[in-house]
């Protein structure tokens, strides 16, 4: 067989009970063509049948929806059908809610490491090792003496992917190398002789480690690409795979399958590194409760010190810093692999608008364990009197980590932010503070449903932690956490401990948070930042 093959051709070759490894990470560098042949071919015929599907960020469309299964259009969303896949190892589902589905109902078994975790064990596929042996995930869900990853009971009757360890007095964990027969993975172009670039693409993923992993196991590779360039056209640095870890090209019919990532229609090579766009690509943001916790956590920034902004809230900071003249002083790196320039949101996250450099997304990873970030901004969803947090998994409805362990459990300052209700509010503004109107549900806890930030490790390791609300602020502290600050206008014990499901410590030095954040001029922070 020619190695430029058809979709039906390419999809004909994987066999029920196979092990699909491929790339793509949230809206980007998702290999859609592959995903639409396969289901297609199921659809047909039934086969391929029980198939494991490995990624470390399942791509897809952030779609939601209130019926099951509707509306889900992109990514492995479109694998679905009941039987096509029996297993996953992901590292998040936040984008494939239709998988998601099939998790929360026990028809696929899912086992969820984190994502850094997950990119670390394609690394190990392709080098054959057993596993990896690591710190992260310690007395999170992801610690066997919790769930050991498994998202399900189907999970837990396949039996452990991770085991607990102690060398030289320190426990690690030990997580299992997932296996790997076919390889799918996205790329720009492949030349005549089956050479891939990925130049267009927003992030350098792990389609290097999935196909040696597949390779070496004498599976096949199969890429998808936009197009076939002349042989020796190519410049050898921008070839990212060699021809000889290629089994098969498909080349993509429909060029809404090759997009740069789901929110753009164009290529922009600001996303990809090929150009740096003049002007600043951040947007001012409306005063709303999201910028008031963005200024809040803004205040803690410092120059010269590499950073890390979560998706959704935190992702606000770089608005904020952009808006304040802060931004010049702060260099963000972000788990995908860019370093520095504007992180984007929505279904242009992960990519980074004019990036100073681009790292791999596993090499990223092992420099975040190593201690690189100073700084990590992420989200607080629910929050336990332990000071605990909850982002991974809600009242049967599993979502995962993503990079969250990996990047809570070792930057240096970690900073969880999130409103301090859940469900529809009406909160204002005044100028000086908060009027609250409408309040909404109860999220922090007696004991999260699960535990995606560990603050007992936290304290082990002696992080600095801050708990950043709209409303309220908090540290961890040992046996729980202390409220250190509230906003101007609420009300201590109506709006804050009113609405607590425990009694949190209480500063005797508790203050109000700067009036600033709550007016609709510039805060102007940045010679304070700068000291």
Not at 192 to 213: F, K, R, W
Request: aromatic residues 6%.
């Amino acid at each position: 067989m020619s190695k430029f093959v058809s979709l039906e051709e390419a999809m004909s070759l994987i066999k029920d009970n196979d092990a699909v490894i491929s790339g793509g990470f949230g809206s980007l560098g998702s290999p859609e063509e592959l995903y639409t042949g396969l289901a297609e071919r199921y659809e047909r015929e039934g086969h391929p049948k029980n198939l494991t599907f490995v990624c470390g960020i399942c791509p897809g469309d952030k779609t939601d929806s209130m019926e099951p299964y509707k509306g889900f259009n992109l990514g492995p969303n479109k694998m679905r059908a009941e039987g096509l896949i029996d297993r996953l190892w992901v590292g998040n589902l936040t984008d494939a809610h239709a998988l998601a589905y099939m998790v929360d109902e026990n028809k696929i078994a899912c086992y969820m490491p984190p994502m850094g975790v997950m990119c670390n064990l394609m690394r190990c596929a392709a080098g054959g090792r057993p596993g990896l042996l690591t710190k992260v995930g310690l007395h999170t869900f992801a610690d066997p003496r919790n769930e050991g990853c498994a998202f399900n009971q189907k999970a837990r009757e396949r039996g452990k992917v991770v085991d607990l360890m102690t060398i030289d007095g320190e426990e690690y964990l030990l997580y299992k190398t997932p296996p790997a027969d076919v390889c799918f993975i996205r790329a720009t172009y492949a030349d005549e002789d089956g050479n891939l670039s990925m130049i267009h693409e927003a992030y350098i993923g792990t389609e290097l480690e999935a196909a040696v992993a597949a390779h070496n196991h004498g599976g096949i590779v199969i890429a998808q690409v936009e197009a076939v360039v002349p042989r020796n056209s190519l410049k050898v640095r921008d070839i990212r795979i060699h021809n000889k870890l290629v089994d098969y090209v498909v080349v993509a019919k429909d060029p809404m399958n090759s997009r740069q990532c789901y929110a753009t229609m164009k290529y922009r090579p600001e996303l990809s590194g090929e150009q740096k766009l003049a002007g600043n690509a951040t947007k001012v943001l409306p005063l709303n409760m999201r910028k008031v916790i963005a200024r809040r956590a803004a205040m803690e920034l410092r120059p010269g010190i590499i950073i890390n902004l979560g998706s959704g809230i935190p992702s606000g900071i770089g608005s904020v810093a952009a808006e304040e003249g802060i931004s010049s002083g702060l260099t963000c790196s972000v788990e995908s692999g860019p370093m520095g320039g504007q992180v984007q949101e929505g279904l242009s996250f992960p990519g980074v608008a004019n990036a100073e450099c681009m790292f791999t997304q596993t090499d990223t990873i092992d420099m975040y364990d190593g201690g690189m970030l100073v700084m990590a901004f992420l989200g607080g969803a629910e929050i336990d009197e332990n000071g605990n947090v909850n982002v991974s998994y809600f009242g049967g409805r599993c979502i995962g980590a993503g990079g969250y362990i990996d990047i809570s459990q070792n930057a240096k300052k970690v900073f969880l932010m999130g409103n301090f209700t859940v469900g529809k509010t009406d909160i204002q503004c005044t100028g000086s503070g908060l009027q609250i109107n409408t309040d909404g549900k109860i999220k922090f806890v007696k004991k999260v449903q699960q535990i995606t930030f560990s603050a007992d490790y936290a304290r082990e390791n002696h992080q600095d932690v801050m708990y950043i609300t709209e409303r309220a602020v908090f540290r961890l502290v040992d046996g729980g956490i202390e409220l250190v600050e509230i906003a101007p206008g609420v009300d201590l014990e109506r709006d804050v401990l009113g609405k607590m499901d425990f009694r949190p410590k209480i500063s005797p030095d508790l203050k109000l948070m700067d009036a600033r954040i709550f007016n609709e001029a510039i805060m102007g922070i940045k010679d304070e930042i700068v000291k």
